[in-house]
């Protein structure tokens, strides 16, 4: 089975940088996605990590490490849009199902 | 890109009727589509799986007379929602992959309100 988990709620400062963790214990895992949603808005992809280490994309990155369980995606310079729901998803490797995480709610204030 | 339609985006129905969610791909072939569920304030929980041509494989707890899963053809795939009480209101996603597809493209979602 499938066990993800995330912090349920974070706050930070418009213009600093967050770090939203995600730890998963997977009887198969191959890959692990990063979404942002919006309230009432479907999930936007923001990342993908198949091997460790940090992928980066902007202001978005991303790191694995699969020995540990563990990944996180870190937001720099921070803006008020970036208000939102954070989902780790981790890919199975048998089916292919997209497993979601618990989701990290993010309030950025000014 | 690829994209998946979802519609209807919102509907209101009275409990005790169905409702169908339709999620086409428009311009790739959907092979495999699942349907998620996310409650307010909650992530997105998978209720089944479906692969063109085939019966749906549903998640534990799920149940598969009440929530209709059909998946005739390789750019549409349809949720029902059979017998809607209350406790179904949610918001419903579908989310599609192609061929060789590494990626998982999502509907805009339906949100179901029963009263």
């Known amino acids: 089975g499938q066990n993800i988990d995330q912090p349920t709620e974070m706050t930070a400062t418009e213009g600093a940088i967050v770090q939203i963790n995600c730890t998963y214990q997977t009887s198969g895992f191959n890959g692990l996605f990063w979404y942002q949603q919006h309230a009432g808005e479907a999930p936007t992809f923001l990342s993908y990590n198949v091997l460790d280490g940090l992928e980066e994309k902007g202001r978005f990155s991303s790191f694995l490490s699969r020995s540990k369980g563990y990944s996180y995606l870190l937001l720099k310079e921070l803006q008020m849009k970036d208000s939102a729901s954070y989902l780790c998803a981790v890919r199975d490797q048998t089916t292919d199902k997209l497993i979601f995480g618990t989701g990290t709610r993010l309030q950025v204030f000014p | 890109g690829a994209v998946v339609s979802q519609h209807p985006s919102r509907v209101i129905c009275k409990s005790g009727t169905s409702v169908k969610i339709e999620c086409r791909s428009l311009d790739f072939q959907a092979t495999t589509m699942f349907w998620y569920r996310q409650f307010p304030k909650q992530s997105l929980m998978l209720m089944a799986t479906s692969n063109e041509g085939s019966k749906a494989t549903y998640e534990q707890g799920v149940e598969k007379d009440k929530f209709l899963i059909n998946h005739a053809s390789l750019t549409l795939s349809t949720l029902t929602v059979t017998s809607a009480h209350p406790e179904d209101s949610s918001f419903y996603i579908c989310?599609?992959?192609?061929?060789?597809?590494?990626?998982?493209?999502f509907g805009s979602g339906t949100r179901l309100t029963v009263v």
């Open positions: 989310s599609a992959r192609g061929y060789g597809d590494y990626g998982y493209t």
